[in-house]
Each structure stands twice: as C-alpha cells, then as structure tokens.
C-alpha cells in the first residue's frame, strides 16, 4: 500500500479545509484567496519535483527522487502564492491563513514518510526511534 503518497495526499487535504476555515473564520475567503491556494498547490507540486531531480544527476534516479523534497515543496508553494497574488492583484496578506495550514499539513504527510522511509541514522541513544 502506498503509505507514503496517501499521506501527503490526507496533509495536502488537510491543509486546504484548514486554509478555508481560517479564512471564512477572519472574513478573507473570497476568489482571490482560493486562487492563491491553487497557485500553493500548483507551485508546491512544481518545487518538489524540481528540487527532487536537483539530488541527483543520474536519469535513473529521478523517478525514485523526483518528489521527494519538503522543501522545495515548501519554497515552490511560497512562489506560486506570490505569483497568483500577482496574477490576480490580490493585496492582501495571506501568511497568516496559510501558516496552520502548512503546519497541520506538513504534520499528517510526514506520518506517510515516517511509514515508509528510514527515519535518519541509527542510534543507540534512548529518544531514537527503532524501526
């Protein structure tokens, strides 16, 4: 079972009710905002996959790695927030409507990760987690 793409797919959900509630709970849901989480959602899926095939320069692993980075999720999301703000000539500040949505959705995709990936380097010290 693909645990690891359900989750980020539950986290990426997550974080879109998440987003919707905060808005209409601070009187912010309107097109423009909704535009803005597609442009997250375009752009976080753009930045993963491109900082995924930066890893590596062998064509063979680009499928293993292609979307497997957190951070170039998060900075292509960033990116594509500040483009559709553009696009559509939305002024106003959506950090904090986005900021519990990233946190609770980058939480629920990494207990796909923590499923399915070694979680770091092995140790011996009492905290470590032992797979």
């Known amino acids: 079972m693909p645990y690891h793409e359900i989750f980020v ?28 989480v597609a442009g997250a959602l375009v752009g976080g899926a753009i ?32 990116v594509g927030v500040l ?15 986005f900021a519990p949505a990233v946190a609770l959705g980058m939480a629920v995709g990494r207990i796909g990760c923590h499923l399915t990936e070694a979680p770091g380097r092995p140790t011996d010290l009492p905290w470590g987690v032992h797979a």
Do not use: C, H
């Open 9 to 36: 797919g539950l986290g990426v959900l997550v974080a879109s009710v998440v987003f919707v509630r905060e808005a209409r709970r601070r009187g912010a849901l309107n097109e423009q905002s909704l535009v803005a």
């Open 83 to 97: 483009v559709a703000k553009r696009i559509t000539g939305y002024k106003e500040r959506t950090g904090d409507l």
């Open 47 to 78: 930045g993963m996959r491109l900082a995924g095939w930066l890893e590596t320069l062998d064509p063979q692993d680009l499928w293993l790695y292609g979307s497997r980075s957190i951070l170039g999720g998060l900075t292509g999301a960033y």
